[in-house]
């Protein structure tokens, strides 16, 4: 049938995108609509001791301030970041203290500058090291996966090995910065709860709100119709959905907080920090005998959240001797959270960095290495793999790259002031799914209409669902509708962990065969008000597999290397996925695309430095943490395989939002160290960082 | 309304409407556009200069809406992504470019880059150089946009999503 | 952000009256720096005299062949002006490397020269500043400093200048015009940013309710070699981590005349006097530039965390000498 999966449908929203007229969270205006402006702690540790608020009150259009001595009393929330406004502790610098509401977003801008609050401020620590005293293993890291694995003697097998990298790196914390800073419109009427949210799930907002309010879920409707991205940072309610709801309570009006940008470093979690630690020891052919991978990282004080940048390790290679631990201290910074391929990023940039240093180490053409270590079955779980691709992809990318002939010495090819270099790196990410729900019915005039509360944060959600439901009822694209994005719609799962498409897919393509069944059955015309059927997923979609499922990939870029400035351009990068089917190639590879994008930026310009006597981000805004523009990006391609694998879901796809991000800063870094022979095992890969190593070297070989 | 000290009248063309309206003072234009017009196209994704997402057309010429007082725009033509295209149901150009070229995601930065993106192609006809512009071209001639030329000039419009490739692509579609 | 009267000025004259009779005012230009920053609470006016309309909006060659550039022409304008690429091509090139295309059709030439350090201590009211707050101490000195000064700090500031545009007009000998209570006066462009010494405060030698109305371009360096180059955390849309701005003359062989100033190094635009000075007389060789720039790079005292800066400028300047002699020497860019 015409646009099914695998057509390259366009999105279905595109022309309100384009045109303007696509609604954000904070832009659905009610009368008597008030805005509001948070205040945050500037001390990174204490108590309030007072907030007089007698200087914002009189600003003329200030209608009410919010604090922890006049806020609307909340249910202990289950995530202690939403507790805002609840007692006088300050976990962490830039911590809402008050919340200024107001006619205008004028007056409430004033009115919180207006705010005095007062502290005792306690002595604070926030800075990270692998020695710090705080250190623990924690039971277990993000995704529930255990702190430590170990297999057989990992330091022994290390100690004898013919080849050896023991080598630490280092990934600053990150910031996710979707283009749309969080925001919440709520308001009340007749006891029920109604909120417009910037969120990768509206369902867990309800659940949250329902649970911090005493609230019957049935009394909350959220919705998120346009979502300006989130990349993890929305994946979760945050405090602009508890204040928002906590204002309109308090002041009786619809109320909008839609958070300055700079505030959004310390309350809507950011990439922690992770050190690193690799070893890995090798026979002289390649083979690895022992892999250890050591990562400390830090939480806050209110939540642990241990990134588990060690995970890939047990996924990724055949070794007979293997540690992975994670160890987290519990520091006075803002709470860290989900951003795009939390753990496989950071963790791949250090586990794919050290394989490029064992291949030069070995001579080995760093491609032949990853083939020689391609292990049957997991490593750690001893599963089966329902697929993997890697090697794959790994030669298609080198076919499609030009890989052949590459002269592996570093620091030989000049263009001028410029060194070129290319580099490769290996990139997977998990096959995620959780059960949704959707109804799908059949309408006299020949339309269909699909309902989930899938959230379409980009993605191109409604488009890709339309063509799954079309597909499974047998009907051309056209006559598919689909509402998506309120949880007045069947429960879904939230769009995260790239586990919406196959989440969501699945229970449409469930609801649409039971349709399609039921129509082959129904004879004549349909009644007035259709045909309809549904479907849960619970039980299959959660259902424990007997395989190891996970996306591959492979990473190739070429750099340039400016040996005046030290200034990095990568003038080439291309991925190739193991994806599972890819159910529309033209959003999919906007998806690829955009997360190498975001590796790019994690190479070279995104950085974020906690400042040890403040306590805060220093980086704080889009002009000092580097988003990487226009001119930073020049040739990106994605490509994939055709893979066929039937242990995934019925339309035998794999999450594909965050797998481009996740080799991208290996291979920059590889093809930096390819051109210059300077390997930096610290990002960014900036220009101070470059120019000091080309002169480090240059030292070195004068000597 | 407040202390005539600190409003003010204000006269616009906004998508060739004309409006008057008493402003704050501190009412700047991507504000008024946003909560006074009901024009929601131009977006707040920093409020401060530094990510694009405001870019309107004032007088023909890109700006940040975000950093200019409405009040001292008195007189001033507006054209925002809603208005691109005039008062036909057809797209512009560049939006009709976007679409086909699935130049975007989640859309928030979206109505930015389009805005800037024609002030681009009306700089570069009218010789305005750019960074990256051989410094020995002609000044006065218009400036061929290739694809170093599109990036550079957009470079003020963040995306996070990464649909810069399909962005650029978008934009050399429509270069006359 | 505070409330504010707004003046709309017709004339100079108008405009500082205005200033003048409204204590706390400030003068809005292009408004990309002041009103970020007002929105910080860092600027709170009571009152905004609107300069933005004063007839100051031209670029005019004078009869000494010198051009002179209103105040309210915006920078893209300027960067784009057929005299300034052919004659003074740094300034057009500085222009270009700064902000994005939105705010160079915003930011105004005076606006420009009287924007504020981009220091993040400084941008946060939260944190001590002596640039903001004399006497509340420096957040960055200890902290995270890796953007700030290697030449001509104090104890009291370590911040830069960010501007671009800047550096190009003090390396071009160009001087900065005002208008004020006292009359019209103008200043060396390398004279009119200061060093923070003990009053980081004052970031120029502007007096209290003077205009900047222009700046001057002098007729002795129009057309000589010059440009502008600058090394960036990205590739657009980034301040400087160093910059350089270079305006030379070959007699005979040698360097007759020498213009050279560091941006992103100092408090101020860093006219290098010193260089300048071992340049005269030169063959312009690599081991003559080098030599030059570590005349004046020897000075630099760089702090914990930003000791790359002596290295990346000194790399920058070398680089931009060369190829300006060389595209001098053979009547071509390299």
């Not at chain 1, 100690?159 to 979707?178: E, I």
């Not at chain 3, 001509?152 to 370590?158: K, Q």
């Not at chain 3, 019209?184 to 462009?189: D, E, K, L, N």
């Not at chain 3, 090394?231 to 050279?260: C, E, K, M, T």
Request: charged fraction near 20%.
């Amino acid at each position: 049938m015409t646009g099914g999966v695998g057509a390259p449908a366009e999105r279905r929203e595109g022309r309100e995108k384009v045109g303007g007229t696509a609604r954000y969270a904070a832009e659905f205006h009610f009368p008597g609509g008030a805005q509001a402006w948070p205040v945050p702690a500037v001390v990174a540790r204490g108590r309030v001791t007072g907030v007089d608020t007698t200087a914002a009150l009189v600003v003329p259009g200030v209608l009410a301030v919010l604090s922890h001595e006049n806020a609307p009393r909340l249910v202990e929330p289950d995530d202690p970041t939403l507790a805002v406004l609840q007692n006088a502790r300050v976990p962490h610098r830039g911590w809402f203290v008050a919340l200024v509401v107001a006619e205008t977003l004028e007056a409430a801008r004033a009115g919180a500058a207006a705010v005095r609050v007062t502290y005792d401020a306690e002595e604070h620590d926030v800075a990270l090291t692998v020695s710090h005293p705080g250190v623990y293993v924690p039971e277990e890291a993000n995704g529930g996966h255990p702190a430590v694995r170990e297999q057989g003697d990992p330091d022994g097998a290390f100690d004898s090995a013919a080849a050896r990298v023991d080598v630490a790196y280092r990934v600053p914390p990150l910031h996710n910065h979707p283009m749309e800073p969080h925001a919440s419109t709520a308001r009340w009427e007749d006891g029920r709860l109604t909120v417009h949210t910037s969120s990768q799930g509206t369902g867990a907002v309800r659940a949250t709100l329902a649970a911090l309010f005493g609230l019957p879920q049935e009394r909350i409707v959220v919705t998120a119709e346009h979502v300006g991205g989130g990349f993890g940072s929305k994946g979760t309610p945050r405090p602009d959905v508890v204040l928002a709801a906590m204002a309109a309570r308090h002041t009786g009006r619809p109320v909008t907080v839609a958070l300055p940008r700079r505030c959004l470093p310390a309350v809507v979690g950011h990439r922690a920090p992770t050190l690193h630690r690799l070893r890995l020891g090798a026979d002289g052919d390649g083979r690895l005998e022992s892999l250890v991978h050591e990562v400390t990282t830090h939480t806050s004080r209110i939540k642990e959240f241990v990134e588990q940048a060690a995970v890939p390790a047990r996924v990724m290679y055949a070794a007979p001797h293997s540690r992975t631990v994670h160890r987290v201290a519990a520091l006075d910074v803002p709470s860290p959270s989900w951003m795009r391929a939390p753990g496989e990023a950071p963790g791949m940039y250090a586990l794919e960095s050290a394989m490029d240093e064992l291949a030069v180490g070995l001579g080995m053409d760093p491609i032949e290495l990853r083939v020689r270590n391609e292990p049957d079955v997991e490593p750690d779980s001893g599963k089966p793999f329902s697929s993997r691709n890697l090697v794959g992809c790994l030669r298609e990318g080198a076919r499609r790259f030009g890989w052949a002939g590459r002269d592996p010495r570093p620091g030989t090819r000049r263009d001028g002031p410029l060194l070129l270099g290319t580099g490769v790196a290996a990139a997977t990410y998990p096959v995620l799914v959780a059960p949704s729900t959707a109804t799908a019915r059949a309408r006299p005039d020949g339309t269909f209409l699909v309902r989930i509360n899938a959230t379409d944060i980009g993605t191109g959600a409604r488009t890709v669902l339309a063509q799954v439901g079309a597909d499974a009822l047998g009907v051309p694209l056209e006559q598919v509708r689909i509402e998506v994005g309120s949880t007045e719609l069947p429960s879904a799962s939230l769009a995260g962990g790239s586990s919406g498409t196959a989440s969501w897919g699945w229970a449409v393509h469930d609801a649409c065969a039971r349709l399609a069944r039921r129509l082959a059955e129904h004879p004549g015309p349909l009644p007035e008000q259709g045909l309809g059927a549904s479907a849960d997923t619970k039980g299959a979609a959660d259902a424990e597999s007997d395989f190891a499922r996970h996306a591959f990939g492979a990473h190739f870029a070429e750099v340039a290397v400016d040996t005046v400035t030290g200034e990095v351009r990568v003038g080439r990068l291309l991925g190739v996925y193991a994806a599972g089917r890819i159910l529309n190639p033209r959003t999919a590879r906007s998806q690829f695309v955009g997360g190498m994008t975001m590796g790019l930026g994690m190479a070279l310009t995104e950085g974020s430095t906690m400042d040890a006597a403040f306590g805060d981000f220093n980086e704080s805004d889009l002009a000092s943490y580097h988003v990487p523009v226009h001119a930073d990006i020049a040739e990106i391609d994605a490509h994939w395989l055709d893979e066929e694998d039937s242990r995934l879901n019925p339309m035998g796809s794999k999450g594909i939002g965050e797998i481009g991000i996740v080799g991208t800063a290996a291979a920059i870094g590889n093809a930096v160290h390819h051109a210059t022979g300077v390997r930096l095992r610290e990002l960014p890969l900036s220009p101070d960082r470059l120019l000091t190593g080309l002169l480090d070297r240059r030292a070195q070989d004068a000597l | 309304m407040g202390n005539h000290r600190h409003h003010a009248r204000t006269a616009l063309r906004v998508n060739g409407k004309p409006h008057t309206l008493t402003v704050d003072h501190r009412r700047v234009l991507l504000d008024l556009l946003r909560e006074d017009l009901g024009l929601t196209g131009a977006k707040k994704g920093c409020d401060h200069g530094q990510c694009g997402a405001c870019t309107v057309l004032v007088d023909g010429r890109r700006v940040n809406s975000c950093l200019l007082f409405a009040v001292a725009l008195d007189g001033c033509e507006v054209t925002t992504v809603e208005g691109l295209s005039g008062d036909g149901e057809e797209p512009h150009p560049l939006q009709r470019a976007f679409l086909e070229r699935d130049a975007f995601q989640c859309g928030y930065c979206t109505p930015g880059q389009i805005c800037s993106a024609a002030g681009v192609l009306a700089e570069a006809a009218a010789g305005h150089p750019s960074h990256v512009t051989d410094p020995a071209a002609p000044p006065g001639e218009p400036v061929p946009l290739d694809r170093e030329e599109i990036r550079e000039r957009l470079s003020g419009n963040l995306c996070r999503c990464g649909a810069y490739p399909r962005i650029v692509e978008a934009v050399e579609d429509v270069i006359p | 952000m505070k409330e504010f009267a707004y003046v709309r000025a017709g004339s100079v004259e108008e405009a500082t009256s205005a200033y003048a009779a409204h204590p706390g005012s400030r003068y809005l230009g292009g408004g990309t720096n002041l009103v970020d920053l007002m929105k910080l609470g860092v600027e709170t006016p009571a009152a905004l005299i609107d300069v933005t309309r004063l007839p100051l909006d031209r670029v005019e060659e004078l009869p000494d062949g010198a051009l002179r550039v209103g105040a309210t022409v915006r920078n893209s304008d300027l960067a784009a002006h057929p005299l300034v690429r052919d004659r003074y091509p740094a300034l057009s090139q500085a222009l270009l490397a700064g902000a994005s295309g939105q705010l160079r059709n915003a930011a105004t030439t005076g606006g420009n020269l009287l924007q504020r350090t981009r220091c993040p201590y400084f941008q946060d009211l939260s944190k001590p500043c002596n640039k903001r707050e004399p006497g509340s101490g420096c957040g960055a000195r200890d902290g995270v400093h890796r953007d700030h000064a290697v030449l001509g700090h104090s104890a009291h500031c370590i911040a830069t200048h960010p501007s671009d545009m800047a550096v190009a007009l003090a390396a071009l000998d160009g001087r900065v015009e005002l208008d004020g209570p006292e009359g019209a006066r103008s200043v060396p462009a390398a004279d009119f940013h200061r060093l923070p010494g003990d009053r980081p405060e004052q970031d120029t030698e502007i007096r209290p309710g003077e205009l900047v109305t222009g700046m001057l371009l002098p007729a002795a360096t129009a057309g000589l070699p010059s440009a502008y180059r600058k090394a960036r955390d990205r590739a657009s849309y980034a301040f400087a981590l160093a910059s350089v701005a270079v305006v030379l003359r070959l007699d005979h062989g040698v360097i007759g005349r020498a213009g050279l100033a560091f941006g992103a190094l100092a408090h101020r635009p860093w006219r290098a006097r010193r260089a300048e000075e071992a340049l005269l007389g030169a063959a312009p060789t690599r081991a003559a530039f080098e030599h030059a720039v570590e005349a004046e790079l020897s000075a630099a005292q760089p702090l914990r965390d930003n000791a790359y800066k002596v290295p990346l400028a000194r790399s920058l300047a070398v680089d931009v000498l060369s190829r300006l002699t060389d595209t001098a020497l053979t009547g071509r860019d390299s």
